[in-house]
């Protein structure tokens, strides 16, 4: 996880196609300039930051979904709910299903939990835009694989023979 460039995710631990559900693991960082204003002397991870993990970890899976053929843009969050504090040194975990997809939208509920401790929850709303470019494209391909996404158990990216 690195913070100050909104890299929230560390890795994929399980993602159930079939199920449209997936599990994200990040570890917060020991130290982040994010944490010198928020808050100083007492390091604390911003709530926004908690929705963040929760919309990339299900923006992931319904980049899978899709067959890597748009980008899911944030666009709407409901039900948001900040249940736990998150301090320098935790483990999160993050779930997320994807309970509609068509029409170039996707909702998703996304939870995170530390241990058995409950994080944050919220029902999130993507808007699937094309990509800028060819390469960017491969490049969201390419950082999935390197994050250990199971590429194999959706359909096959457009990019996936380029490279």
């Not at 399980?14 to 204003?37: H, M, N, Y």
């Not at 491969?138 to 490279?163: C, H, I, Y």
């Amino acid at each position: 996880m690195r913070l100050e460039y909104f890299q929230m995710l560390d890795r994929f631990v399980e993602v159930k196609a079939d199920e449209r559900w997936i599990r994200t693991e990040s570890t917060v960082p020991d130290q982040s300039p994010v944490f010198e204003g928020h808050f100083p002397g007492y390091p604390l991870m911003p709530g926004v930051l908690l929705i963040e993990n929760m919309a990339q970890t299900c923006g992931w899976l319904v980049s899978a979904i899709t067959g890597f053929t748009g980008l899911p843009v944030l666009a709407g969050v409901k039900d948001a709910k900040v249940r736990g504090a998150v301090f320098p040194g935790m483990q999160l975990s993050t779930e997320g299903k994807i309970v509609h997809d068509g029409s170039g939208f996707a909702i998703a509920d996304g939870k995170i939990r530390s241990g058995d401790t409950p994080i944050a929850d919220a029902r999130l709303t993507y808007r699937l835009i094309p990509y800028p470019s060819p390469e960017f494209q491969n490049t969201m391909v390419t950082w999935a694989r390197q994050l250990d996404f199971p590429l194999e158990q959706f359909r096959k990216p457009a990019s996936q023979g380029q490279g």
